[in-house]
């Protein structure tokens, strides 16, 4: 009797805590919520807006006065970058071969969440259009979830994390694209190399038994 009214007893103290922890996180948000003005909202969407131009523009200065000094952004490849240097050398590469031009557009999922009055999540689709060198283009779906936080009265960046199906790589299918081109280039250039290369012997193999039978 004793070991079931302990059993039972542990039973509820589970099932009043488990209560209490999903109130703490139904009520948090709002609460949080109640705080936050409708200038912090802008200014939110003030740094969203930077963040997409510093990428189009390829121009990071816009972004780095909206980036938390402890920042980090997460890319699709799993690259991690903690300094606005090094993203954005990782992020001019990205041109040197056969992209000419990367254009993101950025959705927003509602509602947004707040886990305090200085600190938000906000995530939602991401849109890349790849321009190639040779004129095709293509686009990648992404979704993308960034950390914010109130850093000296300005909202900035304190986590971004892109994410896409990696089976759907333009980038990937543009470079194999490249890549059979010059395979058939260089199978056709073959060909008639080899062509003209036998046809050269065949004279060559001609004229010794020409001069024999006079």
Not at 145 to 153: D, E, G, M, N, R
Not at 177 to 192: D, P, S, Y
């Amino acid at each position: 009797m004793t070991k079931q009214r302990r059993t039972s007893g542990y039973k509820c103290t589970q099932l009043l805590w488990s209560i209490l922890l999903v109130l703490a996180i139904w009520n948090l948000p709002q609460c949080a919520l109640a705080d936050v003005s409708q200038q912090d909202f802008n200014a939110i969407i003030r740094t969203r807006e930077m963040a997409v131009q510093a990428l189009n523009s390829r121009d990071f200065s816009k972004i780095e006065p909206y980036l938390h000094p402890t920042f980090t952004i997460t890319t699709v490849d799993n690259r991690v970058f903690h300094k606005v240097q090094d993203f954005e050398k990782y992020w001019n590469q990205q041109f040197s071969s056969s992209i000419e031009k990367i254009a993101m557009e950025v959705k927003v999922d509602d509602p947004r969440r707040f886990l305090s009055p200085e600190t938000a999540i906000s995530y939602g689709d991401a849109i890349a259009t790849f321009s190639f060198r040779d004129g095709n283009q293509a686009t990648m779906a992404m979704r993308w979830t960034a950390v914010l936080q109130k850093f000296q009265s300005k909202w900035t960046i304190q986590s971004l994390h892109f994410s896409a199906n990696l089976l759907d790589n333009p980038v990937l299918n543009g470079t194999q694209r490249i890549g059979r081109v010059i395979a058939i280039a260089a199978g056709v250039g073959g060909f008639l190399l080899g062509s003209i290369a036998m046809l050269l012997w065949r004279r060559w193999r001609k004229q010794p038994t020409e001069k024999d039978s006079q």
